[in-house]
């Protein structure tokens, strides 16, 4: 689909990989300490080739995307926000070369090219923080709703290469997310809170297959997501992880009793 090689992006040594807890859209817009910790994460790291964004906004059925535009176009996939967030544009440049790799990557899952995409706003108001100028290409790679736990770790492991060429692989999503038990002004759910501290106990002990291999039945995973697009995007940083890197969480805690915005770095 693409006459790009892989000479075109650097040999770099390997960057981060990323797991954003994005939680609501007004964190573009609204000062909080969560966007002020993106913000910061963003100016520590190395600025990169090309940036995927693994985002829960992007889901697909039976094949997984990759957006090879040059200019995508900033999604507003949200409602009943103010003007003002409907407004803002994010105009970052498309990585189709980045794009062109990753689909040879993943030619044994069968990814395909998409051009009709663009940026959610799982990514787009994460990058607005990290990388307010726009200045850094950005493509998106889709959930295939259809495979299971296990199988997004294995597709996220063959991302791991684009890490030595200057790729930053974000995924945003959140570790609890249960849209039906919000509550305004109260503190986290027991059950949000349980659930947040298995996950990161998976992940200070390097068990990552562990994360994958959760019972999608089980009553404390189904509480803490009734659907699964917003766990996933764990998966593709978990699984682009190397066994060298060590995590930290660099943002922690809840919105709305039932959201957990906690966010983990590897590798730096």
């Known amino acids: 689909m693409s006459t790009f090689t892989t000479t075109h992006l650097p040999h770099t040594n390997p960057l981060p990989v990323l797991f954003i807890g994005h939680g609501s859209p007004m964190h573009a817009i609204e000062e909080s300490g969560f966007s002020r910790a993106w913000g910061a994460m963003g100016e520590s790291l190395p600025t990169p ?37 409907h407004e803002i544009e994010y105009p970052a440049p498309g990585a189709p070369e980045a794009a062109a790799i990753t689909l040879d990557l993943l030619k044994n899952h069968h990814a395909e090219a998409d051009i009709e995409w663009g940026l959610d706003h799982g990514a787009w108001c994460v990058l607005l923080r990290m990388f307010p100028k726009a200045d850094v290409p ?19 492991q063959e991302l791991r290469a684009l ?56 009553p404390l995973m189904r509480m803490a997501h009734p659907s699964f697009e917003h766990f996933l995007p764990l998966l593709y940083t978990l699984g682009a992880a190397e066994a060298r890197d060590v995590p930290r969480f660099f943002a922690e805690g809840f919105d709305l009793g039932s959201i957990s915005m906690r966010s983990v770095v590897l590798g730096a």
């Open 138 to 156: 950005v493509y998106q790679l889709s959930l295939d709703l259809s495979k299971p736990l296990p199988d997004h770790l294995k597709l996220a």
């Open 49 to 85: 080739s090309a940036i995927l964004v693994v985002s829960a906004h992007w889901m697909t059925r039976g094949t997984t995307l990759v957006h090879v535009g040059g200019r995508p176009r900033t999604i507003h996939d949200f409602g009943n926000f103010p003007r003002a967030l």
């Open 163 to 218: 890490r030595r060429r200057g790729v930053l692989i974000v995924g945003s999503g959140n570790i609890v997310h249960n849209l039906g038990a919000m509550r305004h002004g109260a503190p986290a759910f027991d059950w949000a809170e349980a659930f947040d501290a298995d996950i990161a106990r998976l992940i200070e002990n390097g068990d990552y297959e562990g994360a994958a291999s959760l019972d999608p039945a089980s």
